[in-house]
C-alpha cells in the first residue's frame, strides 16, 4: 500500500515500484484515515506512508496498522530531517525512513530492506542524525559499563546503521555472532521492543 495527499507524487510512487516488475501496489490512499481502513481490509506486506497527510499522520497510521498487522514493513516517507519524529518511529516499530527527496532513489532499496527483516534509513537522514547526536549522557554511562569491548563495538556500528549482516562482514563473524551480541546488549541494557537497540544506540553511542 501507498498513501500520499499529494496525487501526482503517489502516481509517480506508484510507476517507480511496479517498474521493478515483482512487486505490486495493491492500494493507494490519500489520506491518513482512507490509509487506516485500507490497511486494515487489503492484505499487504509493506505500507509506504507520508508522514504529512490530512486525517491522520503517518506516525498515527503507522500505529494503528502495526497494533493490528504487526507482521507489516512500515517505511514512512518525509520531506523534514526531524530527529524527534524519526524516534518517535523506531519506537512504534517502523521499519523504513526515507526523505521524498530521495524517494526515487531509495524506496526501492527501503523495500528490498524491510523484506529481509532490516531497517532502511535515507543516507541522507543517518547523515543528519550522526550530526545531532543527543548528548544528555544521564546514567547512561553506568549501563554501558556492563557490556564487554566486543558488545560495545558491536553497538558502535549498530549506531551507525550497520545492518547485522554488515557488521558481520566487517568484523569477520558470522551473523549468528552477530545477532547474539545484539541479544545480550539488549539484555543488558534492559531494552525490549522492536528497534529499542538502534534508538538507544543513536541516542546515546558517539559516531
Known amino acids: 500500500m501507498i498513501a500520499d495527499d499529494h496525487p501526482i507524487f503517489l502516481?509517480?510512487?506508484?510507476?517507480?515500484?511496479?517498474?521493478?516488475?515483482?512487486?505490486?501496489?495493491?492500494?493507494?490512499?490519500?489520506?491518513?484515515?482512507?490509509?487506516?481502513?485500507?490497511?486494515?481490509?487489503?492484505?499487504?506486506?509493506?505500507a509506504i506512508l507520508d508522514i504529512d497527510m490530512p486525517g491522520a499522520n503517518g506516525l498515527q497510521v503507522a500505529e494503528k496498522i502495526l497494533a493490528k498487522k504487526p507482521e507489516v514493513a512500515v517505511i514512512l516517507l518525509t520531506m523534514h530531517k526531524a530527529r524527534d519524529g524519526f524516534l518517535k518511529a523506531l519506537e512504534i516499530g517502523v521499519s523504513g525512513y526515507v526523505l521524498k527527496e530521495n524517494a526515487v532513489v531509495d524506496i526501492i532499496s527501503a523495500i528490498t530492506a524491510v523484506t529481509r527483516y532490516q531497517s532502511y534509513i535515507s543516507p541522507e537522514m543517518s547523515s543528519f542524525l550522526l550530526k545531532h547526536k543527543n548528548r544528555n549522557r544521564n546514567d547512561v554511562s553506568s549501563r554501558l559499563e556492563q557490556l564487554t569491548p566486543s558488545e560495545i563495538h558491536i553497538l558502535e556500528k549498530v549506531a551507525q546503521y550497520k545492518s547485522t549482516k554488515e557488521i558481520a562482514e566487517e568484523l569477520f563473524i558470522s551473523e549468528k555472532t552477530v545477532s547474539n551480541h545484539r541479544m545480550n546488549i539488549a539484555k543488558k541494557l534492559d531494552l525490549s521492543g522492536k528497534n529499542s537497540l538502534l534508538r538507544f544506540a543513536i541516542e546515546h553511542i558517539n559516531a
Do not use: F, S
Open 11 to 46: 502516481k509517480g510512487l506508484q510507476e517507480v515500484i511496479e517498474d521493478k516488475g515483482h512487486l505490486e501496489v495493491v492500494c493507494k490512499a490519500h489520506n491518513g484515515t482512507d490509509a487506516i481502513h485500507a490497511a486494515l481490509t487489503h492484505d499487504l506486506d509493506i
